[in-house]
Nanobody, 114 residues
Framework: QVQLVEAGGGLVQPGGSLRLSCAAS????????MGWYRQAPGYARELVAA???????NYAGSAKGRFTISRDNAKNTLYLQMNSLKPEDTAVYYC????????WGQGTQVTVSL
């Protein structure tokens, strides 16, 4: 079982950038595919980006070209670099394995607004 702690969210203007991190405890991290997910009020949680243990990545269409997922297996840490942020990116962002388990962290709030 993996414990997940997300950080790095905040308030940013449209067009701005944020870098999220996810500290994961558990020996499974280095061999598991990982993903960033987000949930906005009134919306279902959705996958934003995923990365395999070997570093291959996939992105939701809304994130492609703007977001970059990466991982540091030595630090058991997952990252999401978010550029060119839009108001519709506003959500609570979570990390989890991919496909996700039902063990979610607290998430980190990202708000994109003037």
């Amino acid at each position: 079982q993996v414990q997940l702690v997300e950080a790095g969210g905040g308030l940013v203007q449209p067009g701005g950038s944020l870098r999220l991190s996810c500290a994961a405890s558990g020996s499974i991290f280095s061999i598991a595919s990982m993903g960033w997910y987000r949930q906005a009020p009134g919306y279902a949680r959705e996958l934003v980006a995923a990365i395999t243990s070997g570093g291959n990545t996939n992105y939701a269409g809304s994130a492609k070209g703007r977001f970059t997922i990466s991982r540091d297996n030595a630090k058991n840490t997952l990252y999401l670099q978010m550029n060119s942020l839009k108001p519709e990116d506003t959500a609570v962002y979570y990390c989890n394995i991919y496909p996700p388990s039902n063990h979610w962290g607290q998430g980190t709030q990202v708000t994109v607004s003037l």
